[in-house]
């Protein structure tokens, strides 16, 4: 199986600020990845897929990048609004398998 | 606008098999994978499997042995089968639809609760 893993688990930022999640695959998934975020007792909503485009519908200051194994998820600038836990997900090869998440806080 | 809703037992006895259905609004269940994913009470997201529009399956090879996913087009429904629950198959479950081309899983269920206990 393709391990995912994120960091930071959690972070607190103030609204305005930049905020960045990287998330490592255990091997390379030729930019199949994916992220969500999540809010408390709600489904995941896709924000990200391909590593760098962005779902119809998601904010702007949302962006994503990288390669290889190495991802990244931007805030550009933090809104109220975008608290949750976000999880990235490799679509490359079954088993499908997520990161443990990152959990965001407003200051 | 395609909206999934789960639908099943809240509760199940250990040893015995947990079943969920899925119903599709709005949409064809073509072109695409037809997901189950758990999460169990404050934790991650587990990926199930998925049954494609085609029938054919994919299941996480550490439920393997015990899960079944089906689908019915005429319904337009999917459904879990996961056998000889323990407490630890207690989770959030979500039905779920997968695009091909990798391009995410763009559409959730609300998710159900379902508990295992005697």
């Known amino acids: 199986d393709i391990q995912m893993t994120q960091s930071p688990p959690s972070l607190s930022a103030s609204v305005g600020d930049r905020v960045t999640i990287t998330c490592r695959a255990s091997?390379?998934?030729?930019?199949?990845l994916n992220w969500y975020q999540q809010k408390p007792g709600k489904a995941p909503n896709l924000l990200i897929f391909?590593?760098?485009t962005l779902q119809n519908g998601v904010p702007s200051r949302f962006s994503g990048s990288g390669s290889g194994t190495d991802f990244t998820l931007t805030i550009s600038t933090l809104q109220p609004e975008d608290f949750g836990t976000y999880y990235c997900q490799q679509s490359y090869i079954p088993p499908l398998t997520f990161g443990g998440g990152t959990k965001v806080d407003i200051k | 606008q395609v909206q999934l809703q789960e639908s099943g037992p809240g509760l199940v006895r250990p040893s015995e098999t947990l079943s969920l259905t899925c119903t599709v609004s709005?949409?064809?269940?073509?072109?695409?994978?037809w997901t189950w994913i758990r999460q169990p009470p404050g934790k991650g997201l587990e990926w199930i499997g998925y049954v494609y529009h085609s029938g054919s399956t994919s299941y996480n090879p550490s439920l393997k042995s015990r899960v079944t996913i089906s689908l019915d087009t005429s319904k337009n429904q999917f459904s879990l089968k996961l056998s000889s629950v323990t407490a630890a198959d207690t989770a959030v479950y979500y039905c779920v639809r997968d695009q091909e081309g990798a391009y995410g899983m763009d559409v959730w269920g609300q998710g159900t609760t379902v508990s295992v206990s005697s």
């Open positions: 391909l590593a760098s």
């Open positions: 709005g949409d064809s269940m073509n072109n695409y994978y």
């Open positions: 091997q390379s998934i030729s930019g199949k």
